[in-house]
């Protein structure tokens, strides 16, 4: 699967995109950050304040309880908000 960071996001975690093997027993946006936030201080740092995070799967906005699969692409934002 992909991961896609962006804004303050990829700074924390020093990247823009990651591939990643989905974990044994995972298959929600849920239950996979906490195997993103191991990888290091940062990945932690960026998703500690889920409130503040949006996601998208396969380009289309949803939530924690979002199913997923190897082959999709995880994007992680912050909100967006227009004028």
């Known amino acids: ?8 996001l990829k ?6 995109s990651e591939d990643m093997q989905l ?6 946006v849920g239950g996979l ?5 191991k990888q290091s201080a940062g990945h932690k740092t960026a998703l500690k ?9 396969n380009r289309v ?3 924690l309880a979002t199913p997923i699969t190897n082959n999709d ?3 992680f934002f912050p909100p967006v908000t227009g004028g």
């Open 11 to 16: 700074e924390h975690t020093g990247q823009a």
């Open 73 to 75: 692409e995880v994007a």
């Open 1 to 8: 699967m992909k991961i896609l960071y962006f804004a303050w």
């Open 33 to 37: 950050i906490p195997h993103i936030t």
């Open 61 to 63: 906005y949803g939530d």
């Open 49 to 57: 304040n889920l409130d503040a995070v949006r996601v998208a799967v």
């Open 23 to 28: 974990p044994d027993g995972v298959d929600t």
